[in-house]
């Protein structure tokens, strides 16, 4: 079958945070440049980030230091981080910030006139001295205000959308990705889109668990794609799971309601993490405060008719604060809790929030692999950035407003990586028929397949299995049953179909082309949450319960045919000393 | 609890009509329109169309016209509607497929008023300043999710979609005049001097009765019109 080609310098994958800063910093410098996403861009799911992006501009504080902020983040990451790419991260943040400013960033503003900045989980001065505001935010809206000002610039740079257009598989040449396989949702064509680079920003992928704070769209598109091309996937036992979802709901309330004032309490009233972290108390970072709230909760002191939640207090903060400075999480308190949170507490439970791991990469954003001897190698024509791909600047634990900031650092890096490849002459590569074709196998299979069982039978039950095997604590015992009734699942799924075969508008054939990505990034985690046996970051595991640096102080590398692999975590920043290992207490 | 739903695809349907379908709320633990609509796509009826994302009413896709009235179904709770809850698509937009309009139109007027901070200025190496009181001037209007609930209920719209900019375009217009960061608000202003852009606004305030986020649109186009006198644009 022939499929028509469209070219582009290079192709974007994805229109939330990261490929928007992308898009602009090559479409900026003339490139021919698309971006393809399966939403409407400012529909992505960055748009619902709220507390804010971290940046030492000191505007709060009066003093401040990348190399604070850099601290912060590698002791957060429980070691595994990359040090060269948090230094670099942490060094580019202020200007990237003001960068978004420039743009018009409605940011929220101080008296002076500056930016507004919060504390926030995890962020010290002086090394882990004292709580510092480095999170710059627009009110609780900060994804919001940051999504619409990315798009609004590229609609000035004009750069060109291919809106609601699903990506299906990578093509892949011998020497390198050509291009992509992407289908028209509205009209069901499908078209081979060629360039000299493809960039995945395809986001994270929390729908694999039944109670998460992620978009229905956040189904680990770029994850699939990925391993399907044979490439791997790294560090992808690392969730976090969030503090302070809205039980029930799952909807994110931001971490920015405790830098303001709020506290968590357990049933007796008592504010529990005075116990848990003495001296960060409810701002420790996000695996400590969602471990010992699971515990408090196990434990008998959780809240409500069955103790299933603890409850966010934040009346004391009165109403100028709630009013002016969240704004958006009292809304959703009130339609989604039915709690107003001027007088009454929030009930929130640890939901399932961000993925540290995904997609490896350098620091200019190109995907990695490894070669037979275990070294890197980088994929030709291939980038990623964003929740991802993994550099790695969150390792085992993600600070709160780092993650904006990893999506305007590295987009804005592959940007303008790309840019000085194309300068050094980086082409085309040239697909066969058969290699775009293969492209097209999983839409055919769905296609063709009659008589099987749904897609919401078998994402359903993933679910159900990611949620109850995979969870904030995690034992080989149940991981392994996980493990097993997974593998079966993944097998009902060749056989799985869809009643809807128009191409009209066709969301129940996307539904399904998003389980095939949900299923690959279940089974990724699956085999490396069973692979690392000890406890980090986000990892807990009650059959390890200890960090073991002599052994697992290194990144775990998931291949589609079962191939596990391990890289070495970069402890060599450029600019300043390495930070040495210590036990973390917060 | 029954919900009747426009139906109509274009590849097999000859004219759209209204389905009826009877779903256990209580059993599929649904408590807003979108749960159930997921409900029924997952339950009864994979073809049923419709958009969503975030299902926490920021990322806007899932706006649609809910027992009469345009709204975000991730944030409209069930028991607030009387029965049985009748589902159309955002009115005035061309039909794609069930509740999927056509917003092209929608997005064209959005861009037509130049929707991004244009300042002229050079750039300077730390943040442009504003103070609290010129940045509280973007409250209420940059909270827009460009979801289309104002403009698709809105007759002025209706009439002339394709000239009429419309209550969302004109709360971003407004948005950005009021940006004390951006340098071309005379510019923006005389840009929507035609008899449309701005004046086919007849103060009717369906936008204002409609907006899922609280905004104000007529309130923005009242500024707009109040500054090109004052500008004498």
């Known amino acids: 079958m022939a499929v028509a080609t469209q070219t582009f310098d290079a192709i974007i994958i994805g229109g939330g945070g990261a490929g928007l800063r992308a898009s602009y910093e090559m479409a900026q410098s003339g490139l021919n440049v698309a971006v393809i996403s399966k939403v409407f861009p400012t529909r992505s799911h960055t748009v619902s980030a709220q507390g804010g992006i971290n940046a030492a501009l000191g505007n709060t504080d009066g003093r401040d230091d990348w190399r604070w902020h850099m601290y912060d983040t590698v002791k957060g990451s429980d070691f595994l981080g990359d040090q060269d790419a948090i230094e670099y991260m942490c060094r580019e943040a202020p200007e990237s910030v003001y960068e978004l400013e420039h743009m018009g960033l409605p940011f929220s503003r101080l008296d002076d006139g500056k930016i507004y900045q919060r504390a926030f989980g995890g962020q010290t001065l002086d090394f882990g001295g004292e709580l510092a505001h480095r999170t710059c935010c627009a009110e609780d809206r900060t994804g919001h205000a940051m999504l619409h000002t990315l798009y609004q610039k590229n609609i000035e740079a004009k750069t060109n959308f291919y809106n609601e257009w699903f990506a299906i598989d990578l093509v892949k040449t011998s020497t390198g990705i050509a291009g992509v396989v992407a289908m028209n949702i509205e009209t069901g064509e499908v078209v081979y889109l060629k360039a000299r680079a493809t960039i995945l920003a395809t986001g994270g992928a929390g729908r694999i668990f039944q109670a998460t704070t992620n978009a229905h769209i956040n189904t680990g598109d770029g994850f699939g794609m990925v391993l399907r091309a044979g490439y791997p996937l790294q560090d992808m036992e690392f969730w976090q799971f969030h503090p302070t979802g809205i039980a029930g709901a799952g909807v994110l309330i931001t971490e920015g309601s405790r830098g303001e004032g709020g506290y968590l309490i357990n049933k007796d009233g008592e504010r529990y993490m005075e116990r848990y972290a003495p001296h960060m108390k409810d701002l420790a970072s996000r695996d400590v405060v969602a471990r010992s709230t699971i515990l408090e909760i196990r434990e008998g002191r959780g809240c409500g008719p069955k103790g299933e939640y603890v409850l966010l207090k934040l009346d004391h903060l009165g109403e100028e604060v709630i009013n002016k400075r969240l704004p958006g999480i009292r809304d959703l308190s009130i339609t989604f809790a039915g709690v107003d949170p001027l007088k009454d507490p929030i009930p929130v439970v640890p939901t399932c929030h961000y993925l540290m791991g995904g997609i490896p990469t350098n620091i200019d954003g190109q995907v990695l692999t490894i070669d037979k001897d275990g070294k890197d190698q980088v994929i030709e024509g291939l980038y990623a950035a964003g929740e991802c791909a993994c550099v790695s600047v969150h390792g085992a634990n993600r600070l709160g407003a780092n993650s904006l900031l990893d999506l305007i650092v590295f987009g804005r890096a592959a940007g303008k990586h790309f840019q000085q490849s194309v300068k050094q002459g980086l082409g085309f590569r040239e697909a066969t028929v058969e290699e775009i074709e293969k492209a097209m196998g999983r839409l055919n299979r769905w296609n063709n397949n009659e008589g099987g069982e749904s897609v919401e039978t078998i994402r359903a039950e993933l679910q159900k299995i990611m949620q109850n095997d995979f969870g904030v604590f995690r034992t080989a015992e149940f991981m392994k049953q996980g493990f097993d009734k997974l593998e079966k699942l993944q097998e009902r799924l060749q056989h799985a179909s869809i009643k809807d075969k128009s191409s009209c508008f066709n969301t129940c054939r996307i539904e399904a082309l998003e389980l095939d990505n949900l299923m690959a990034t279940a089974i990724a985690t699956a085999y490396l949450a069973n692979e690392r046996t000890e406890s980090r970051g986000a990892h807990a595991r009650v059959d390890y319960p200890d960090r073991d640096d002599k052994n697992w102080l290194k990144h775990t590398l998931y291949f589609e045919d079962g191939r596990i692999g391990f890289r070495a975590i970069n402890m060599k920043p450029k600019e300043v000393k390495p930070i040495e290992l210590v036990a973390r207490h917060y | ?233």
């Open chain 2, 1 to 233: 609890m029954r919900f009747s739903i426009y139906r109509y695809n274009p590849e097999s349907d000859a004219a759209p009509y209204m389905q009826d379908y009877d779903l256990d709320v209580k059993a599929h633990e649904c408590h807003m329109v979108l749960d159930a609509l997921i409900a029924i796509k997952n339950n009864m009826d994979d073809g049923l169309t419709y958009r969503r994302s975030c299902r926490e009413g920021v990322c806007g896709s899932d706006g649609m016209n809910i027992n009469g009235k345009n709204r975000l179904a991730c944030t409209t709770h069930l028991s607030a509607l009387k029965e049985p809850i009748v589902i159309r698509p955002l009115p005035g937009l061309p039909i794609v497929r069930d509740l999927v309009v056509d917003m092209s139109q929608f997005y064209k007027q959005y861009e037509k008023i130049k929707p991004y901070l244009q300042n002229t200025n050079p750039t300077p190496a730390k943040e442009r300043l504003q103070s609290p009181e010129e940045r509280s001037k973007l409250d209420g209007l940059y909270e827009c999710i460009l979801c289309a609930c104002c403009s698709t209920s809105c007759p002025s719209f209706w009439w002339n979609p394709d000239k009429y900019v419309g209550p969302a375009g004109l709360l971003q217009a407004y948005r950005f005049i009021a940006d004390s960061r951006d340098t071309e608000s005379k510019e923006r202003l005389s840009e929507l001097t035609d008899p449309f852009s701005v004046f086919r606004c007849r103060g009717i305030m369906n936008c204002v009765d409609v907006c899922p986020k609280g905004l104000n649109p007529l309130k923005a186009i009242n500024h707009i019109k109040e500054l090109m006198l004052e500008e004498g644009v």
